[in-house]
């Protein structure tokens, strides 16, 4: 859903909405006070980060069209495993600065980065000009049907989608197995279990 809404809109507008929103949330958990309004308000975020990824990528690849494109992709992926290494630091901080403040912190640095981007970032609205008399961008079924049809789509689907299952579930579980099996303080758990794996990832 969120290529499609992108193959038919400014790039720019997604990609600041995405970061806008994803902050504001951010911040919102900071006055959490239940499970449920913490459920909401991660659910509203991974909404934002899907809208994201595509209009980022998307981008890139518009500004990047010869030699450059993969190197160019390659760098903003490292952005992802840069931030799920330094991630892991949110627990650190959190026992100096009590997990609301670290919360309310981050999420007012991503709404003033947004409005830095809502005014710095540029893109080639001749590009949007040109898909939008394109019968495949215009009409979602025949986009849905090219995707569908395209045996390297369905490659590349399967290889992203089987190494993530187990991936997210260690990611997500692996602090609480340091914290808890190897009596370690949270605040180091934390950095130590996203280190490991996207410090890695990193290099790659």
């Known amino acids: 859903v969120a290529g499609l809404i992108t193959d038919r809109t400014s790039k720019k507008k997604i990609i600041v909405s995405s970061l806008f929103v994803w902050s504001a949330v951010t911040f919102m958990m900071g006055y959490a006070s239940t499970f449920q309004s913490l459920y909401v308000l991660r659910a509203i975020m991974g909404v934002s980060e899907a809208l994201y990824i595509p209009a980022g990528l998307a981008l890139i690849a518009e500004y990047h069209t010869g030699k450059t494109r993969s190197l160019a992709v390659g760098i903003h992926m490292t952005g992802f495993y840069m931030g799920q290494a330094l991630g892991g630091f949110g627990a650190t901080f959190s026992s100096y600065l009590y997990w609301n403040n670290v919360f309310l912190l981050l999420g007012g640095i991503g709404i003033l980065y947004a409005l830095v981007l809502l005014i710095f970032?540029?893109?080639?609205?001749?590009?949007?000009?040109t898909k939008s008399t394109s019968s495949i961008t215009t009409s979602p079924f025949l986009t849905l049907r090219l995707l569908f049809t395209t045996p390297a789509f369905w490659i590349l689907?399967?290889?992203?989608a089987i190494p993530s299952l187990p991936g997210w579930a260690i990611k997500n579980w692996l602090p609480t197995l340091f914290s808890e099996n190897l009596k370690l303080d949270m605040s180091v758990a934390g950095p130590v279990s996203?280190?490991?794996i996207a410090f890695s990832s990193l290099i790659g």
């Open 121 to 129: 970032l540029q893109e080639d609205n001749s590009i949007l000009k």
């Open 157 to 160: 689907l399967f290889y992203f």
């Open 194 to 196: 996203t280190i490991t």
